[in-house]
């Protein structure tokens, strides 16, 4: 069962915490919504770092991470 | 174009748009513009309310090309790369404010986290005190956004809404350019002695805005979020940005002659460490509570976020109560209500923070 973080419309650094703390409790694969590049960069960048992977889509015109590990 | 992208998104990204303020900063003061002031957002809105004639004060009236050029440069690059999203919603009236008070903190000190890292490579100690109140504002910030706090969603907005801000900088441009009277001895104004008087040339001050809000739109370059992210996870990404300002800055300063180290003397600055480092305390948490320095929200209003706009609306008219109160600081020290104003700054900013908590 995925976790789904509705970020659009926060801008930073709400999405990378809401992200984050989804992350912290652990129920992967977990989809992040964003609405802006700025935030689709900084979710990435944090994730990443964390070791985890990151799949981006870009739905209409927002986009959509997909956080595993 | 998307390696371009990743390039700008990358830490070379963040540094060379660093580099590139910390060169051209001084290169602005070398043409012409006030001593470690090569670039100062605050500094430059005040300046920009006073040539409109929102406050009077004489020495501090020029309407800066460079302001309108980060806007407009920030346009372009999101214009370029898809980026221009209108949109607003966010508590725009809170931002306002946090707007005010935060214009009202980084007057007692006399320049944007922007310029106090200009002072620190110009040598000017007095920038120590200043960057450490800076540090502790956001930390009080992070500790809010740790509790929660956030000032909720914006939205998408119509077109209009994103162009309203690039619209209101190609106004004050034409203002400039023409250099517009509205009647005898009324505004526009221009500062005949005082910092205000002292400006590079305008195409050189418009070019060198118009190519810092391009990198600085692509690197989301931003001095608050580099001190609050290695505050709130350890990320030191933006923080990159910050320290190629500042060696740059300083490099640059000692090839043109303008690195004199010391307290006293300094240009445009006072040396009262404890509201040096008090009004940039105040400045800190409002910049933390409002997601961005000053610089960063010129460049938000660029790519069409109607909430930074009003942001940097709230600063120009903090900067008209700074000076109409006698908030603002001198070189002969903080103005006689400037402390006071912090304190109550403070108070509203914590207020703010305790009362847009979202309950988990």
């Known amino acids: ?39 689709r960069e900084n979710v990435r960048r944090m994730a990443e770092k964390a070791g985890l992977k990151v799949r981006i889509e870009e739905v209409g015109d927002e986009f959509k991470l997909t956080i595993t590990k | 174009m998307a390696k371009l992208s990743r390039f700008f998104a990358s830490r070379w990204g963040i540094i060379t748009a660093g580099a590139v303020v910390g060169i051209l900063a001084p290169i602005l003061q070398k043409l012409g513009n006030p001593g470690n002031m090569g670039i100062c957002v605050a500094c430059f809105e005040r300046d920009i309310a006073g040539a409109l004639g929102l406050h009077r004060a004489a020495v501090v009236q020029y309407l800066r090309p460079e302001i309108p050029g980060f806007i407009l440069g920030s346009l372009i690059a999101a214009l370029i790369f898809g980026e221009f999203r209108p949109r607003s919603g966010s508590a725009p009236i809170v931002r306002f404010f946090l707007g005010v008070f935060a214009m009202i903190g980084a007057l007692v000190f006399l320049g944007c986290p922007w310029r106090a890292l200009l002072r620190l490579a110009g040598g000017d100690w007095n920038a120590i005190p200043a960057l450490l109140g800076l540090a502790a504002g956001i930390a009080i910030g992070v500790w809010f956004l740790k509790q929660g706090y956030n000032l909720g969603r914006s ?62 739109q692509r690197t989301r370059l931003c001095t608050m979020g580099a001190i609050r992210d290695v505050i709130l996870m350890g990320d030191t990404h933006l923080f990159g940005g910050v320290a190629a300002i500042v060696v740059f800055a300083f490099l640059t300063n000692l090839l043109l002659g ?34 961005g320095c000053p610089g960063r929200q010129l460049f938000l209003a660029g790519e069409g976020d109607g909430d930074a706009g009003v942001f940097v609306l709230g600063m120009i008219s903090g900067a008209a109560f700074a000076h109409n109160f006698a908030l603002a600081s001198s070189p002969a020290g903080p103005g006689a209500f400037g402390p006071a104003a912090v304190i109550v700054g403070l108070a509203v900013c914590i207020v703010i923070g305790f009362a847009a908590r979202e309950k988990a």
């Not at chain 1, 419309?9 to 802006?36: D, N």
């Not at chain 2, 004199?260 to 509570?289: R, S």
């Open chain 1, 1 to 39: 069962m995925a976790t789904i973080v509705d970020a659009r419309g926060f801008s930073c650094p709400q999405p990378v915490i809401m992200a984050r703390q989804a992350i912290q409790a652990g129920q992967f694969p977990i989809e992040v919504l964003v609405e802006t590049a700025t935030s």
């Open chain 2, 155 to 216: 939205h998408k907005a119509s077109a209009v809404t994103g162009w309203i801000m690039p619209a209101f900088a190609i106004v004050l441009l034409l203002f400039r350019i023409f250099r517009l009277r509205f009647s005898e001895g009324g505004p526009i104004f221009f500062s005949e002695s005082g910092p205000g008087s002292m400006y590079a040339p305008l195409l050189v001050s418009l070019a060198v805005g118009l190519a810092i809000g391009f990198l600085a």
């Open chain 2, 258 to 291: 303008q690195f004199h180290p010391g307290f006293a003397g300094q240009p445009v600055a006072h040396t009262n460490h404890l509201w040096n480092f008090g009004g940039m305390v105040l400045a800190g948490l409002a910049f933390a509570l409002a997601g």
